[in-house]
């Protein structure tokens, strides 16, 4: 016995297939619509389109990333409505390494952490004493610092934001204009050390070793000497 449906059954089943495909085209539609926190340097934005990978989102929000910035989640990672896209900036800063001149990329937000994070058993860079912006703090908050000045260390413990010039002012050290201020990371210690500078003019006296040769002139008057210099 065959079934033969009637056109009215037809048309309602071809309905509500329909029906169900809006309807799934609408979830997908509904869930792909996202609305995400992006964050770069402590500095928030919120973003809402159509995305699925936190890149997608960096990208709504106008962000470019750097190839040694830090993005967290990973740029090819879903994010979902709700989730924040954190971007810390990597900088360049000159570092010694091992006693070799060298670059190092890094997103720490301290000296300390900089060099810390270097795969070294000794580092250093020049301390930061800006005088036209905000100095980049010395040290994590809590962490003890060795200030190595003019043959004495004092030791001082760091607290949040606190530059080169504050800890230069709690050990008691003053460090002028073109001293070398340099931050050291030994063994896991940091250690903030001023070498003193001195400009000035030196003269010295330099024995230059002389001959003296005597010659006769047949020209000159008898009994007469003169002293030529060559």
Do not use: C
């Not at 010694?96 to 670059?103: F, M």
């Not at 896991?188 to 030196?202: F, H, K, M, S």
């Not at 008898?222 to 002293?227: A, D, L, M, S, V």
């Amino acid at each position: 016995m065959s079934f033969q449906p009637s056109r009215t059954t037809v048309i309602s089943v071809a309905a509500a297939t329909a029906l169900v495909v809006a309807g799934t085209a609408a979830t997908a539609i509904g869930t792909s619509y996202r609305h995400v926190t992006v964050e770069v340097d402590g500095v928030t934005r919120d973003v809402s389109g159509f995305f699925t990978t936190a890149g997608d989102a960096l990208h709504s929000a106008g962000v470019t990333v750097g190839d040694h910035d830090l993005v967290a989640p990973a740029s090819n990672q879903t994010v979902a409505s709700g989730d924040t896209v954190v971007v810390r900036t990597a900088t360049e800063y000159d570092v010694t390494v091992d006693g070799n001149q060298t670059t190092a990329w890094s997103t720490a937000s301290s000296i300390s952490g900089v060099l810390s994070a270097l795969p070294a058993s000794a580092a250093s860079m020049a301390a930061d004493r800006s005088y036209t912006r905000t100095e980049m703090p010395v040290a994590e908050a809590g962490q003890t610092v060795h200030v190595v000045a003019d043959g004495t260390t004092t030791d001082v413990v760091a607290s949040s934001d606190e530059g080169t010039t504050a800890i230069l002012e709690k050990a008691g050290v003053s460090a002028g204009p073109i001293d070398r201020v340099t931050m050291e990371h030994n063994g896991g210690e940091a250690t903030l050390r001023v070498a003193r500078v001195v400009r000035g003019t030196a003269s010295s006296t330099t024995e230059i070793p002389y001959e003296t040769e005597e010659r006769e002139d047949a020209e000159a008057e008898e009994g007469t000497e003169k002293t030529v210099q060559e």
